[in-house]
């Protein structure tokens, strides 16, 4: 059984950074991209961040590029989501995501993912 279990969130200030986790378990990710996704109050779902398991290549929503960066740990089984330069407009639920030999452009298509996590809140104060 597959599980995506996100952790990190929490509030923070204007500029303030956090890191979000993503441990991954049930099934073997070597051919899956693992994306970031978040949703804030009142808004869709939209794309962040997304890494591909195998290989490394990153792909950045253009509203967090230079600020976020996504990475993953072999190891560990789990992808990390750096955020810096936090803004109040960050504020959502952010979801982990799995799918499997997606290709661009449907990596930012939520629709395509296989596995979501149970999501994480992350509150910037102004």
């Known amino acids: 059984q597959v599980q995506l279990v996100e952790s990190g969130g929490g509030l923070v200030q204007t500029g303030g950074s956090l890191r979000l986790s993503c441990a991954a378990s049930?099934?073997?990710?070597?051919?899956?991209?693992m994306g970031w996704f978040r949703q804030g109050p009142g808004k869709e779902r939209e794309f962040v961040a997304a890494?591909?398991?195998?290989?490394?290549?990153?792909y950045y929503a253009d509203s967090v590029k230079g600020r976020f960066t996504i990475s993953r740990d072999n190891a560990k089984n789990t992808v990390y989501l750096q955020m810096n330069s936090l803004k109040p407009e960050d504020t959502a639920v952010y979801y982990c995501?799995?799918?499997?030999?997606?290709?661009?452009?449907?990596?930012?298509?939520?629709?395509?993912?296989?596995?979501w996590g149970q999501g994480t809140q992350v509150t910037v104060s102004s």
């Open positions: 890494i591909r398991w195998s290989g490394g290549s990153t």
């Open positions: 049930g099934r073997t990710f070597v051919r899956y991209v």
């Open positions: 995501n799995a799918g499997r030999d997606l290709i661009a452009p449907y990596y930012s298509d939520f629709r395509r993912y296989d596995y």
